[in-house]
């Protein structure tokens, strides 16, 4: 295929210092975090994607991105952190039995002791997005970490909501796809495989169902993520390009994650996985129990158009006000969605002033 930007490609943030910085969790995953940093001094801003994403979603050079947004507003040390459910990695290619509990225990708190040991003492934001901002909120409310000044969550943080066909989906499809079509993932990109292939033909298949566009990786995604014509985003909200080159920007998932996100479902909150699994003893099974005493303000965003976490975040916002009022923020983007609040080709005028203004007013 001929792509009009180059996979992996970090030409979305000019005129920045970029490295990359490894690491390893106690439970022994290779992950890593990327530094952009312009004269860094000052506050520390950490991003966190969601599920099938990756870096790439805050760095696309098609439009004005979050990390060039930060870098141009007065933030000059930016770090993305590619965790276990990036698509930068291989391990959501190959049935695996991780939880959010794993990443809230073994990634975040490796990622920001990495993240530490290079800045010290400064303070630290986080913004983070959709099973990432979920992950996160629970290392916080969890007690796994501690030390952030700020936080942005996006689409859904500790109160998962989601429309009734996708509970349908969460309930019915991981063991569908893994124990009957035999399946250990899905994958946007099936329809780039050779003809006749299994995963082609999958792809074909949900095509059928999907007539809002001629991308077959977006049909993909509305049957992987929320119910609707397409679920993740509306279309009038992206660029072309990032449209078409929605099989680079998302990648294949395992399904043990949806399970996760069926129990936090069906109790109403973030709730630990498996109570009985020793490795988590360190995290609480109702991650909302403590809230009252975490003191880090958090600024819940989402789209009034959300179709895959519907209200999560205006429920969560309503939670966290009633245990600890005046604390924490609510922002609801007019037109938006659930991916494109940092995909959108209009988010540095529409979305990105709001968090600016937070994350400023939290530093200050």
Known sequence: ??????????????????????????????????????????????????????????????????????????????????????????????????????????????????????????????????????????????????????????????????????????????????????????????????????GRLFSRFVDLFHRECDEPACHMLSLMWGTGWPALYSHDKLHPVTHARSGDLYGATGLHYYRHVLAMVRAGRAVKFDRWDARHDALPDDYLAGAAEITTPVLLTTGDTNRVFTDSNIVCYERLEAVAPGRHELAVFPGYGHQDVFMGKDVHRDVFPRMLEFLKRQGS
């Open 1 to 198: 295929m001929t792509r009009e930007i180059a996979l992996y490609t970090l030409e979305g943030v000019p005129d920045a210092l970029i490295t990359t910085h490894p690491f390893s969790t106690d439970d022994g995953l290779g992950l890593s975090m990327l530094r952009f940093a312009r004269d860094p001094g000052g506050d520390v801003v950490l991003i966190i994607h969601g599920l099938t994403t990756s870096s790439d979603m805050f760095i696309m050079p098609e439009h004005e991105n979050l990390v060039r947004y930060l870098l141009d507003n007065g933030f000059s040390d930016v770090w993305t952190l590619d965790f276990r459910m990036s698509n930068r990695f291989p391990y959501n290619r190959g049935m695996h039995r991780f939880s959010m509990d794993d990443i809230a225990l073994f990634d975040i708190p490796a990622a920001l002791r990495t993240l530490r040991a290079v800045v010290g003492e400064r303070r630290v934001h986080v913004i983070a997005h959709c099973l990432g901002s979920v992950s996160f909120m629970m290392s916080l409310f969890g007690g796994a970490v501690e030390g952030i000044t700020s936080v942005i969550a996006n689409s859904v943080a500790l109160t998962p909501r989601v429309p009734l066909w996708s509970q349908v989906k969460l309930t019915v499809a991981p063991d569908i796809v893994e124990y009957v079509l035999g399946f250990p993932y899905l994958d946007p990109r099936w329809q780039q495989e050779p003809r006749f292939s299994r």
